[in-house]
């Protein structure tokens, strides 16, 4: 979020840069089981953001120190391609990508059935290839498809999607330019068939209204996204019967 208020990010007809209308969701494609090596895994592509995610598990946790008697536990590791934006990104984990991975554990974990496999771990590796603004959710997406496609029993999907502020307008699914100089960025992790909320966090200064109206377009977009998510797990599963 660089907050500059002097670059111009909508069209004299109130249309985005890259013409997209206010409430409009850039292309989401999805792939469940492209990985053979993993026990589960997806490929997501949502706008130019590509998120590849593989899960493995649940095995029992080692060292012993991190296992819970009643559960399992979720080791999430987001990472960022070096070739995935402009500026080639030094390779290895920092502060924003355990971040990532922290707040994305967290989410996974109110869905997936963690009681059922004490302990165990299941691990979730998320490799991002190309970045233009909401990744985190791009990996959220690839997480829950990839956990459903390893067979691992959840409560629901999770659907990550973004929503924010651009020259006092709220728009869905901001864009890199969006993303960086805009007013506010607001990313949810969504279930889709309650409306439920598994994650949220919050760049940036909202009104109210302005954050109900962000809660409205994450939401007609989640549906969506979700389309997506169950055709790819539809389709990986029809190949397998
Ligand atoms: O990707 P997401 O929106 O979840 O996270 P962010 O921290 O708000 O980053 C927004 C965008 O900035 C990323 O998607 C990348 O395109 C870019 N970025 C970058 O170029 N270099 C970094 N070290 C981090 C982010």
Known sequence: MGGYGDVKLLNDDGTRLDGR???E??????????????????????????????????????????QRQDRAVIDVRYNMAPFSTSDRIR??????????SKVTAEA?????????????KISVEIEILAAEAGTRCAGITAASVAL?????PMRDLI???????????????????????????????ILPTTGDLAFLQMDGDLSPDEFNLCMEYNQKAAKEIHEVMIKALKEKYEEGA
Not at 91 to 100: A, D, F, L, M, V
Not at 148 to 152: E, L, P, Q, R
Not at 160 to 185: F, H, P, R, W
């Open 21 to 23: 209308k206010v409430d």
């Open 25 to 66: 969701m850039r292309s989401v494609e999805i792939k469940a089981g492209i990985l053979p090596n993993a026990d589960g895994s997806a490929w997501v592509k949502h706008g130019l953001n590509v998120a590849i995610c593989a899960v493995y598990g649940p095995v029992e946790a080692h060292p012993r120190k991190i």
């Open 91 to 100: 390779p290895g984990y920092n502060r924003r990508s355990r971040e990532i």
């Open 108 to 120: 996974l974990e109110s869905v997936v059935l963690v009681e059922r496999f004490p302990r165990s």
């Open 148 to 152: 459903a496609d390893a067979g691992i």
């Open 159 to 189: 659907v990550g999607v973004a929503s924010g502020k651009i020259e006092d307008t709220v728009v869905l699914d901001l864009d890199k330019a969006e993303d960086n100089y805009g007013q506010a960025d607001l990313p949810v992790g």
